[in-house]
T-cell receptor, first 113, second 116 residues
């Protein structure tokens, strides 16, 4: 089955700096790559996603890049703010895996003042 | 448009009891997914259902766990004879279609199950 690795597990940045979280996956047939933000006591919230036919997607301060050859994708958050502090999960959908998502282990992002 | 609704938010059971977790998908969504999250871990897929059908249950433990999504009413995740290892947050997600790619999953706020 699909294997998703996520790094780093924790990330601390100063307010205004950029944060980058990386994920690798194992199934070259994977075709959909969402990122979720989870705040304490809440469910995961979809923040951005990308399909396999696109290399980069941006939404205001958030961007995702995909390298299909290397089988990795990254989340970029610019001009970080304290409210960006949360756990971020990458996920992957494989064509052979039905419609389910396989999640990474999460990154605890802390934005310090 | 209400989001994915899960209840209860917190559920406490003693070992050997049954736990029933409910999930109402977003309006217009006919696909439901259940995930389990252990402390400081990612979400692990359990089961994928459509109305009256189990599509993929590859992540469900072989015993004590079952799920349904009836024609009317919410999806139910049922855990019989709970053990302490079942303590976790259980999340439900829904999606509107069966298209293979670009299908967005929307999650509920979860049910925190604690087994004493």
């Amino acid at each position: 089955g699909e294997n998703v690795e996520q790094h780093p597990s924790t990330l601390s940045v100063q307010e205004g700096d950029s944060a980058v979280i990386k994920c690798t996956y194992s199934d070259s047939a994977s075709n959909y790559f969402p990122w979720y933000k989870q705040e304490l006591g809440k469910g995961p919230q979809l923040i951005i996603d990308i399909r396999s036919n696109v290399g980069e997607k941006k939404d205001q301060r958030i961007a995702v890049t995909l390298n299909k050859t290397a089988k990795h994708f990254s989340l970029h958050i610019t001009e970080t703010q304290p409210e960006d502090s949360a756990v971020y999960f990458c996920a992957v959908r494989s064509t052979g895996g039905g419609n389910k998502l396989t999640f990474g282990t999460g990154t605890q992002l802390k934005v310090e003042l | 448009n209400a989001g994915v609704m899960q209840n209860p938010r917190h559920l406490v059971r003693r070992r050997g009891q049954e736990a029933r977790l409910r999930c109402s998908p977003m309006k217009g969504h006919s696909h439901v997914y259940w995930y389990r999250q252990l402390p400081e871990e990612g979400l692990k897929f359990m089961v994928y259902l459509q109305k009256e059908n189990i599509i993929d249950e590859s992540g469900m433990p072989k015993e004590r766990f079952s799920a349904e999504f009836p024609k009317e009413g919410p999806s139910i995740l049922r855990i019989q004879q709970v053990v302490r290892g079942d303590s976790a947050a259980y999340f439900c997600a829904s999606s509107p279609s069966s298209s293979q790619i670009g299908e967005k999953l929307f999650f509920g706020s979860g049910t925190q199950l604690s087994v004493l």
